[in-house]
Each structure stands twice: as C-alpha cells, then as structure tokens.
C-alpha cells in the first residue's frame, strides 16, 4: 500500500514539475512575444516621428553639425534604453541589471578605448567649433566638404563624390585646415617664363589677367613675385584674392584662359632644349 500509495505521489509530482515548466515556458514565450512587439513598435514610431522632430530641431538648432551629432547620441541611448525595457520584461531584476550593465561598461570601455578617445574628440570638435557640416577643410590630407559629424567619427565628401570616414580621434591629432573659416581665400598660380622673357611686362600683364577678373577682389592687392629661378625656366607666383563661394570658379577661369593670353602678351614659355657639341679629335679617323 505504501508502495502504491508512493508511486501515486511521484507521478502527481512528475506531472506537476512537468506543468509548472510548461507554464513558466508559456509565459516566458509571451514576455519574448511582448519584448518584440514593443521594441519593434517602439523603433516604428521614432521612424516616423524623426521628420517631425528634425523639423523642430531646426528651428532650436541652427548648427547642422550638432544636430547630426545628438542624433546619433540619441539614437545609441533610445536603442539602450529599449533594450533595458525589454529585460525587465523577461523578468529580470533592476539590481541584477545594474551588475550586469556594470560589467558590460567597464569590459566594453576596455574593449572600445580607442573609440571612446573618438567620442572625446567629436566632443571637443564641436565644443571649439573647429568645423561645421558644409564646410570645404584638409583633413588628414584629405580635401573636400564635411559631409557628416558623427559621434565616432567625420564623413568627408571630396569633389569626386566620394565619402571618406575619418576617426575623430585622428582629425584632432593631426591638423585641420578649415578653407571656410575666413570668408575669403587667397588664390595662388605658379607659371613658368623663359629666360628670353622681360619679367617685368609678364608680371604687369599676369596681375591685369587677376585684376580683369571681376570676381576676384582688390583688397588685399593683386601681386605677383620671381618665386624661384630653375633650370631653363622661370616661376613667376601669381597671388590674388576672392571670396570663398567663388574660388573654384575663379582658379578654373585662370587655368583655362591663361596659356591663349600668354600668347596674346607675347609671353614666352619655356621648351625643353638640348645643347649638343661636337669636337673633331685628330686621333679619330673619319673615312672619307
């Protein structure tokens, strides 16, 4: 009977476990169920708000350049915080998260040294306003336009089209020339003259092909100077003024125009020449 009796209580047993597993599954199964849903919807509705709040942010935020870089903030700490949401759904403790977060910070701040180091530096960028979206810079030896400033990192865009992403830790060891910063830049043409060339009429009339120009500005003056003298040739630098917007479409105007109005001045260019002499030695024959 005790035997029986036994056997009944274990199979109860049994079943019960058995249920219990089933039931603690079943709702461990509708907490993941609820996690994605309001992650899922949660992420929809940030999508959709985003035109919205760049809207607003426009008129609270003039600089493009913070704008770009608290999205992104934003963006990192929404994604984290719906994450925390969704643990504590699964049932996790608020303790049990804090040691848990604890240890992932100080494991991944080990791991992510150097990209913390870009994070201080996109922080100073910003903080001393070294450049701004839209601004025409040489950074790290690349030219072009800051296309993006993000927590991490720089997007460049070149005149090619291309997009250059460079570590922000990088861009403040390194110089940064900002062509944007002062609204005019100096335009700079080295030509080369023969030495049959009176180089004061090419001065005269390279300064005349600046000062035709009406987008290119008297103030600073308009000068030129003997740059340095080569070997069958001579740089005569060309230095103007002009206003940033402008400075492309001035330089490609010289560049295109300058070697007809050489021509037209009588400016000569120099040539490659070879001198070549010959001396008769008695000791060689020479057959007649």
């Not at 709702?27 to 949660?42: E, R, T």
């Not at 600089?63 to 969704?86: M, V």
């Not at 003997?226 to 940033?244: C, D, H, P, Q, R």
């Amino acid at each position: 009977m005790n035997l029986f009796t036994g056997e009944i209580l274990r199979k109860i047993l049994e079943k019960q476990l058995l249920l219990n597993f089933f039931v603690d599954f079943i709702i461990f199964i509708i907490k993941l169920i609820a996690c994605i849903l309001v992650y899922y919807i949660a992420t929809r509705i940030i999508k959709k708000l985003s035109p919205l709040l760049s809207k607003n942010k426009e008129e609270l935020i003039r600089n493009q350049s913070l704008k770009s870089f608290i999205k992104s903030i934003l963006n990192i700490g929404i994604h984290l915080f719906l994450i925390t949401i969704c643990l504590l759904i699964l049932g996790i403790k608020g303790s049990s998260l804090a040691a848990l977060f604890g240890t992932l910070g100080i494991g991944i701040g080990l791991a992510l040294k150097d990209n913390l180091s870009n994070l201080a530096a996109g922080i100073i960028i910003l903080i001393f306003k070294a450049y701004k979206v839209g601004d025409e810079v040489n950074i790290n030896g690349e030219i072009g336009f800051i296309y993006e400033i993000d927590v991490f990192s720089t997007s460049i865009r070149t005149y090619n089209s291309d997009l250059i992403i460079v570590p922000n830790g990088v861009i403040i060891s390194d110089k940064i020339i900002n062509y944007t910063k002062i609204p005019i830049r100096r335009l700079k043409f080295v030509i080369r003259v023969s030495y049959d060339c009176n180089i004061k009429a090419a001065r005269e009339a390279l300064e005349k092909l600046l000062r035709d120009n009406p987008l290119v500005i008297n103030d600073p003056p308009i000068f030129s100077h003997v740059e340095s003298y080569e070997e069958g040739f001579i740089n005569i630098a060309l230095k103007g003024w002009t206003k940033n917007e402008n400075y492309w479409q001035v330089y490609w105007e010289v560049m295109n125009n300058l070697k007809d109005y050489l021509a037209e001045n009588d400016i000569k260019l120099p040539t490659n020449k070879m001198d070549i002499i010959i001396t008769q030695d008695s000791s060689v024959h020479i057959p007649k």
